[in-house]
T-cell receptor, first 109, second 113 residues
C-alpha cells in the first residue's frame, strides 16, 4: 500500500469552476501536509500547507484536512487555464516528506 | 536569495560512465534532500542530510549511488557506474526545519544511453 495516494487523473474542469483534488495517507502519525504544484518540465513549487484539522484558505486555494479519515484535499476556486499542472500531495511521516504520485489538472478555457 | 541551485541542468552520458550531480541549498537551510522523479515511480526521496550529516539514505537504490555534503553550501550525488534505468530528473531540495516546507531546485535531467 502506498503511503500517500492520489488519483492520477487527468482531471478536467472548465474555466471558472472549482477544482477538487484529493489525497489519502496511511500513517496516522503524520503531522504536516503540503500541496505542491508542478508545471510540465519544471520543479515542484509549494502552494499550501496545513497542520490542523479543518480548512485553510489562501486566495483561491483552500486546503482541507481530516485526520480521522486520513484525508487531505485542495480546492481551487475560479480555476484558470494557468492552474493547469500536476498537483502533488506530500505528507511528513517518519521524519520524511513523502509525495503522492500527483493529479494532473487541466483547466479548459 | 537565488534559491536552490543545481547543476548541470541536463546530462547525457553513456552507460558505465560516472555521473556527478551538484546542489547548492538555500543559505541557512539545515536540511538538504535528494529526490528522483520518473513517470513510473513519481517523486522518490533518495537521501537527506541535516547539518551536513546523512540522516536517512534508505531510498538510495543501490551501492552505485552515493551522496556527500562536505559543507553547508554544497552537496553531490554520484552514480558510478551509470545505467539506462537511472535516467530520470533528479531534484535537490532544502528546508529550514526538517521535512517541512521544502524548496526545490530546477532539477537535473539525466539520460543514460
Amino acid at each position: 500500500q502506498k503511503e500517500v495516494e492520489q488519483n492520477s487523473g487527468p482531471l478536467s474542469v472548465p474555466e471558472g469552476a472549482i477544482a477538487s483534488l484529493n489525497c489519502t495517507y496511511s500513517d496516522r502519525g503524520s503531522q504536516s501536509f503540503f500541496w505542491y504544484r508542478q508545471y510540465s518540465g519544471k520543479s515542484p513549487e509549494l502552494i499550501m500547507f496545513i497542520y490542523s484539522n479543518g480548512d485553510k484558505e489562501d486566495g483561491r486555494f483552500t486546503a482541507q484536512l481530516n485526520k480521522a479519515s486520513q484525508y487531505v484535499s485542495l480546492l481551487i476556486r475560479d480555476s484558470q487555464p494557468s492552474d493547469s499542472a500536476t498537483y502533488l500531495c506530500a505528507v511528513t511521516a517518519a521524519r520524511q516528506l513523502t509525495f503522492g504520485s500527483g493529479t494532473q489538472l487541466t483547466v479548459l478555457p | 536569495d537565488a534559491g536552490v541551485i543545481q547543476s548541470p541542468r541536463h546530462e547525457v552520458t553513456e552507460m558505465g560512465q560516472e555521473v556527478t550531480l551538484r546542489c547548492k541549498p538555500i543559505s541557512g537551510h539545515d536540511y538538504l534532500f535528494w529526490y528522483r522523479q520518473t513517470m513510473m515511480r513519481g517523486l522518490e526521496l533518495l537521501i537527506y542530510f541535516n547539518n551536513n550529516v546523512p540522516i536517512d539514505d534508505s531510498g538510495m537504490p543501490e551501492d552505485r549511488f552515493s551522496a556527500k555534503m562536505p559543507n553547508a553550501s554544497f552537496s553531490t550525488l554520484k552514480i558510478q557506474p551509470s545505467e539506462p534505468r537511472d535516467s530520470a530528473v533528479y531534484f535537490c531540495a532544502s528546508s529550514l526545519q526538517g521535512p517541512t516546507e521544502a524548496f526545490f531546485g530546477q532539477g537535473t535531467r539525466l539520460t543514460v544511453v
